[in-house]
């Protein structure tokens, strides 16, 4: 079937649902008149983030307590990457104990929650240590922050950091503490009067980047300091499939878990592979396609003209119900398929954000919205109807299984698209990691297009005519040595993100344990009471448990995928 998403239930969940479009921001007159003034300053401001010798990159020093501003030097029919919000992390998959890193745009970002810990009367206990907090005692809410991720002091990590019972980030290198608008609020070592003299220091401050949290999702906007705080307010999230906003009454609606992974390719590769129908039959082999099957032809329509927002096309296979692939600049992602007149759909959603060269962040949901009787009705193809079914008994599944399921499917291609941009950019054929005015584009000699790949060509050429062929990424552009080893790494890219998968892979970790010893002990202890076949039984029983605990901390850990073996 086509497209790289539509995975059939044993890749579980896939793409994701987003709340609300675009909601409308209605700005006071206050902040109107600060825009107006924005508008004014950036129209004559001059921006260089960087120098270029010999043909490299050189960013200029930079510390992370100076904002980080938008590149000003915009076309007016060019997107702009830098004033835009990019969903990040799923909200409820993310450790509100701990910061998260985060890479975007090649910047090192940090994310927390600093909600306070309270016990049951409501109060906050304060800051001190974990060990001490009441029996009782919950984190609130709170808000999530995104910090650049570096301490002003000396430039350690914060994402090594801690979250405290305060609320606040703390640099565990030595000991100083930011509140959520990125204000120093303490240093361990200082007196009073030093302390206040530091804080009055700018570079004291975090770069504290906007956020907003909609649909589940976590939104950073990839600049800081007064100016971003305005253009953010003013500029709409990115649209989202919403089936409420619709009017479609919720109890029809079924939702995939969020998923989430940063892959080792980047962003522009990972959604070239997301429109691409033809490669689905013989990459997903067995998943959601058989290579020995006849292929099936394919029209491409484009429906919607490309500007810098994005695009939108209508793919029609004979026999299938067509399909519609939207594409919303940064990086939204959907392929929608309409079931029926009265609303029922299947809806696949990938948001897809650009961490570095080579690198991006994969957000994605699976959406069936049942017609009104309840039923879901045949998309004409028996591998997508299996793969909506499947989703219909997700909940069925813990979620640790959904994430091994998608991690599963993703490994199945992403050693292709992985070495498909190595190749590239090692010969300097295309790469969108360059400099202004560096390399030209020459991705149209690099490859033998065929009809079939018309979905890739129209993306490929938005990436032309409404980017210049480049992503303005910050720092590094060079990309790491292909590594087969990293491709299938799924602890460092999924897991360690995902609260459950941890939780999962700690406690397979303690059965894994706790059952061998067991064996072991029942093996030399053999109670006469049990006999030599109970004692066996036992013995056999703990093993099994250990090893299934060891299987499941293995899929949460590493997963290759040989084509050569996928009979």
């Not at 539509?6 to 206050?30: E, M, Q």
């Not at 990040?88 to 600093?114: Q, R, W």
């Not at 003299?197 to 589940?216: E, H, L, Q």
């Not at 100016?227 to 409420?244: G, H, K, M, V, Y």
């Amino acid at each position: 079937m086509p497209f790289s998403i539509f995975k059939s239930f044993t890749i579980g969940t896939f793409l994701i649902t987003l709340s609300a479009s675009s909601a409308a921001f209605s700005p006071s007159s206050n902040l109107q008149a600060q825009a107006q003034r924005l508008n004014l300053k950036l129209a004559y401001r001059k921006h260089s983030q960087s120098k270029i010798e010999n043909n490299h990159i050189v960013p200029e020093p930079q510390s992370t307590t100076h904002h980080i501003t938008a590149p000003s030097e915009v076309e007016a029919n060019e997107f702009d990457w830098f004033k835009a919000w990019y969903p990040v992390f799923p909200v409820d998959i993310l450790d509100a104990e701990k910061p998260t890193p985060l890479e975007l745009l090649g910047m090192k970002l940090v994310v927390y929650n600093d909600g306070a810990v309270v016990n049951k009367e409501g109060k906050p206990v304060g800051f001190g240590s974990k060990l001490s907090r009441p029996k009782d005692a919950r984190r609130e809410e709170g808000t999530w922050r995104a910090f650049a991720d570096a301490c002003p002091h000396r430039k350690a990590s914060l994402s090594e950091g801690r979250v405290e019972d305060d609320g606040t980030l703390l640099c565990s290198y030595h000991g100083w503490r930011w509140e959520g608008d990125g204000n120093l609020t303490a240093v361990p070592v200082a007196s009073k009067n030093e302390l206040q003299r530091i804080m009055d220091n700018p570079k004291s401050s975090c770069n504290a980047f906007p956020t907003k949290v909609r649909g589940g999702l976590l939104y950073v906007w990839p600049a800081s300091g007064s100016d971003a705080r305005i253009e953010s307010e003013l500029t709409p999230l990115p649209e989202a499939f919403d089936p409420e906003a619709l009017g479609v009454d919720k109890d029809r609606v079924v939702n995939s878990p969020y998923s989430f992974r940063r892959v080792p390719v980047s962003w522009d590769f990972f959604l070239e592979n997301a429109m691409d129908p033809a490669h689905v039959q013989q990459a997903h082999h067995g998943t959601v396609g058989d290579r020995y099957d006849e292929a099936t032809p394919f029209d491409t329509v484009v429906t919607k003209k490309p500007t810098k927002n994005g695009f939108e096309m209508n793919i029609r296979f004979e026999g299938v119900l067509p399909y519609t692939d939207k594409f919303e600049a940064p990086g939204v992602f959907s392929i929608n398929t309409p079931l029926a007149d009265d609303g029922a759909a299947y809806v696949i959603q990938a948001f897809v954000t650009p961490a570095s060269p080579g690198w991006s962040n994969i957000i994605t949901r699976q959406t069936v919205i049942k017609t009104k009787e309840g039923k879901v009705p045949s998309s004409g193809n028996k591998r997508r109807d299996g793969q909506m079914n499947g989703i219909l008994k997700l909940k069925m599944l813990p979620e640790f299984m959904v994430s091994y399921a998608n991690n599963r499917f993703f490994n199945e291609d992403l050693i292709h698209i992985h070495s498909q941009e190595h190749h590239m950019a090692a010969s300097m054929e295309y790469s969108l990691a360059k400099t202004k005015g560096g390399n030209p584009d020459r991705y149209a000699d690099a490859i033998l297009p065929t009809s079939a790949d018309k979905p890739v060509i129209t993306f490929r050429k938005w990436i032309k005519d409404f980017s210049k062929g480049r992503i303005p990424y910050k720092g590094d552009l060079a990309l790491y040595p292909v590594d087969r080893t990293a491709v299938f790494d799924v602890y460092h890219q999924s897991t360690v993100y995902n609260t459950k998968c941890m939780g999962a892979v700690k406690n397979a970790h303690k059965v894994r344990s706790l059952a061998s010893g067991a064996a072991v002990v029942m093996c030399i202890w053999q109670p006469a009471c049990l006999g030599k076949l109970g004692t066996g039984a036992l013995v056999g029983l703990f093993g099994a448990a250990a090893l299934l605990a060891h299987k499941i901390a293995g899929m949460l850990t590493y997963m290759e995928h040989i084509t050569a073996e996928d009979d």
